[in-house]
């Protein structure tokens, strides 16, 4: 169910952690735990549009199944080296124990 506009519930926090990737039915988004904090983003790598849900999280960082580039979870920055724009990041929020996620997309300040 929707809360306001542009925001959609997604998952159960308590789901998120024992996942750390969650793909967002009906939408071509992530939710990712990592390091205890939750991070949304895009679901198609932006290199080479692989499936990002595939992937692995180390250190902060979003390692492509497809190359050996990976995206800063903090800003969506791309392995240095790499022809790509950053990977999309969207807003989250945390009301009791339900994830939202603010469906406009952003790019972060570096």
Same mark, same amino acid.
């Given at each position: 169910?929707?809360?306001?506009?542009?925001? =959609? %519930? @997604? /998952?159960?926090?308590?789901? +998120?952690? *024992?996942?750390?990737? @969650? &793909? =967002? %039915?009906?939408?071509?988004?992530? $939710?990712?735990?990592?390091?205890?904090? $939750? $991070?949304? /983003? !895009? &679901?198609? /790598?932006?290199?080479?549009?692989?499936? *990002?849900? +595939?992937?692995? $999280?180390?250190?902060?960082?979003?390692? /492509?199944?497809?190359? %050996?580039? #990976?995206?800063?979870?903090?800003?969506?920055?791309?392995? %240095?080296?790499?022809? #790509?724009?950053?990977? &999309?990041?969207?807003? @989250?929020?945390?009301?009791?124990? &339900? =994830?939202? =996620?603010?469906?406009? !997309?952003?790019?972060?300040?570096?």
């Amino acid at each position: 169910m929707d809360d306001e506009a542009g925001w =959609i %519930a @997604v /998952c159960d926090l308590d789901r +998120l952690k *024992l996942e750390a990737i @969650v &793909r =967002i %039915a009906g939408h071509d988004l992530l $939710v990712i735990w990592n390091e205890g904090h $939750v $991070v949304a /983003c !895009e &679901r198609a /790598c932006p290199h080479e549009q692989a499936d *990002l849900a +595939l992937g692995r $999280v180390t250190a902060g960082r979003l390692h /492509c199944p497809r190359h %050996a580039a #990976s995206f800063d979870l903090r800003d969506g920055a791309i392995t %240095a080296g790499w022809p #790509s724009p950053p990977l &999309r990041l969207y807003p @989250v929020r945390i009301t009791g124990e &339900r =994830i939202w =996620i603010e469906m406009q !997309e952003r790019q972060p300040a570096r």
